[in-house]
């Protein structure tokens, strides 16, 4: 298992003992996780149908880090446990809970959210900010206007984890929290933070891409070999690692050929992305095949801004590049 060296001491992976103490970890660290302007909303309060199955979702995580604000269903899961009858059972019955139950859901974080000032002023805000209204049109918003999302924070993504999502139809944000302790009982936490790779993107475009709403296009470096075979024969990528909540946005994919030509040579319009095998990973389909662009190289002193995993931009962002430092720059976001 995983172990953290640091200055203060040696803290090894645990596994959490109960369910209740693996959430209350995770909601002490919620905005290390999450960072700044998502509110994680800890209250569990049941939603259903009359005379229908009632599910209590753990929490909610409300993102006013974007334009089009986004609501989350938030789960806390052991990987211990049968994943198949206990989370996958779980998020169907939220996602149809929800679509049937929206005024409760509403209720429910209008509640909550007048409990928390700092929460509450950061809605005003971005409310006003947005064009919204009032507290009660950006929540009608988000509640009614956009789609069923949920985060599975877990302490070990398995393959049967994979397995259980590939069932759902709607965006489910996986979230590895791993708790260490040293010898005396101290602890630490490992993770990354919520859609860390999609603020990376936007920060890395230096003003010029400014929400994550933007992002339209992934860019993925490939090898020659895999790039003339699968690329280019048969219309497609696999074994893309892609935020879940992102998938409706990617409409195109983009090729950065390695050494020695180093350099975005070809892009091609997304069919479908489906998920790949049993892993968290998935394959992109093209519309038709792709077209060479470009080519857009390194730039002076570019040396470290290659794609070295797949990273995302827009389609407008790659039309205008002339060099790589035109879509990656080295920087890096403050929080995520």
Not at 121 to 142: E, F, I, K, N, P
Request: charged fraction near 25%; charge should be negative.
């Amino acid at each position: 298992m995983a172990r953290i060296v640091a200055p203060g001491g040696v803290f090894d992976a645990v596994s959490p003992d109960n369910e209740k103490g693996f959430e209350e970890a995770v909601v002490a660290n919620a905005k290390f996780v999450f960072g700044e302007r998502r509110y994680y909303l800890d209250c569990k309060h049941p939603i259903g149908v009359k005379g229908k199955k009632v599910n209590v979702p753990d929490a909610y995580l409300l993102d006013l880090r974007r334009n089009e604000p986004r609501l989350f269903v938030v789960e806390n899961e052991l990987a211990a446990h049968d994943l198949f009858k206990h989370l996958g059972v779980q998020l169907l019955e939220f996602s149809y809970s929800y679509s049937q139950a929206g005024r409760q859901v509403r209720a429910i974080l209008a509640e909550e959210i007048s409990k928390a000032p700092e929460v509450l002023q950061a809605c005003l805000t971005y409310a006003q900010d947005r064009g919204y209204r009032s507290l009660d049109h950006l929540l009608d918003y988000l509640v009614f206007e956009t789609p069923f999302q949920a985060i599975v924070i877990i302490d070990e993504r398995t393959d049967e984890l994979n397995s259980v999502l590939k069932q759902f139809r709607f965006p489910v944000e996986i979230i590895e929290f791993v708790i260490h302790e040293d010898r005396s009982g101290r602890r630490a936490f490992s993770f990354t933070p919520f859609l860390y790779e999609v603020a990376e993107s936007v920060a890395e475009a230096g003003g010029a891409i400014a929400d994550i709403g933007e992002l339209d296009t992934i860019v993925v470096p490939a090898r020659e070999e895999g790039f003339q075979e699968t690329f280019l024969g048969e219309n497609r990528w696999y074994a893309i690692r892609i935020h879940s909540s992102m998938i409706p946005q990617i409409k195109h994919i983009a090729a950065y050929r390695v050494a020695p030509i180093s350099a975005i040579t070809h892009v091609a319009p997304v069919s479908n992305i489906l998920p790949w095998k049993d892993t968290s990973k998935y394959c992109l389909e093209f519309a038709e095949p792709a077209r060479e662009i470009g080519p857009i190289k390194l730039g002076q002193g570019g040396r470290g801004k290659a794609p070295q995993a797949p990273r995302y931009t827009s389609m407008e962002k790659l039309n205008k590049a002339r060099t790589l430092d035109d879509i990656f720059s080295a920087s890096r976001p403050q929080s995520v």
